[in-house]
């Protein structure tokens, strides 16, 4: 067991106490950013949209994530609503930060006229980071944890953050150890983002643009409802904790559209080619999106001039 229980405050300014959740956020938006700019150039997109682009983002799913965990522990709340909205922002639900996030995606692909599959593969790398990191805030709070476990890695809560099911007169707190589910969800997030930067990379597999988001859709949807059975005091609609209800519709619906965007493979249109051809073009003109009649029109006018030069070989590809 590892028998040390932390501070949830890291430095006290004065009246103002800077809290280890806090800088968890922090830390975990300052390497999703690096992970973001890498990607928008591996991807040839413009890394320059992500500054702004991951600042709208952040707020909207800090935004969700509050209300989210407001809703799942409103018992803590509904006698004093002023909590809600003064720090310390101890407590967010991913889900809720997901569900503003997507719309606040979607407003800046569609204001800035980028191809929304490609930007949505370019941030799928960075949910993973920032959940990686940010998880630690958790540890900090002495929240997140699982049943009492034996096992070596299983970590100390102190009487004051224990749930009603675990006592410390039941289950001392100098020999009780528990399931630390914050890190487990840290440790997917780490190994998702390094199998998604690889995937970009290497590119082993026939892919569409937008399948590797749809990877995490999946990927840690599934995570969470399997942990979830280890949590106690859920928000529950119908006896079953929301977060497993929320973590079918978002697994399943990926897994359904990314069956759907498979579904005729070898065409002409196949994965390979749509993938191959959006890197090309990103790379040729990163701060364009070229639309498929644009894209036609380019097609037609290399032919032309093609021809007119007297040039035997295919047209050339538009870039």
């Known amino acids: 067991m590892l028998n040390f229980m932390p501070d949830p405050v890291a430095i006290q300014l004065g009246p103002l106490p800077i809290y280890w959740y806090g800088i968890a956020y922090a830390v975990g938006l300052a390497l999703s950013y690096l992970v973001l700019v890498r990607q928008a150039r591996r991807f040839g997109q413009d890394p320059e949209l992500v500054a702004n682009g991951i600042i709208v983002i952040a707020i909207a799913a800090l935004v969700g994530g509050r209300l989210y965990h407001v809703i799942d522990q409103w018992q803590l709340y509904k006698d004093d609503l002023l909590r809600i909205v003064l720090p310390p922002y101890s407590g967010l639900g991913v889900y809720g930060g997901l569900v503003t996030g997507i719309l606040a995606f979607i407003v800046l692909v569609r204001y800035h006229r980028v191809n929304p599959w490609v ?4 941030v799928a790398p960075a949910l993973f980071t920032m959940q990686a990191i940010g998880r630690w805030g ?40 528990f399931h630390p589910l914050f890190l487990y969800e840290s440790v997917s997030g780490v190994v998702g983002a390094a199998f998604l930067i690889w995937l970009s990379r290497r590119r082993p597999y026939r892919l569409r643009p937008g399948d590797q ?14 942990l979830e059975n280890l949590r106690t005091g859920n928000w529950v609609v119908g006896g079953i904790p929301t977060a497993q209800i929320m973590s079918v519709l978002f697994a399943l619906g990926s897994f359904l559209v990314l069956l759907y965007r498979h579904r005729r493979p070898g065409t002409d ?32 006018g290399d032919a032309d001039a093609a021809g007119a030069e007297g040039d035997a070989g295919s047209p050339g590809r538009p870039t």
Do not use: K
């Open 119 to 122: 930007w949505a593969d370019v």
């Open 269 to 300: 249109d196949s994965p390979a080619d749509a993938f191959d051809e959006v890197l090309e073009e990103g790379a040729a003109a990163p701060d364009d999106d070229l639309d498929e009649e644009a894209e036609g029109d380019l097609a037609e």
């Open 138 to 177: 958790n540890f900090f709070n002495q929240e997140l944890y699982g049943p009492p476990t034996n096992l070596p890695w299983g970590i100390a809560i102190d009487c004051a953050h224990r749930v009603a099911e675990w006592p410390c007169a039941t289950f001392p707190e100098a020999t009780t150890g």
């Open 213 to 226: 988001i749809l990877i995490f859709f999946i990927w840690y949807p599934l995570v969470r409802f399997l």
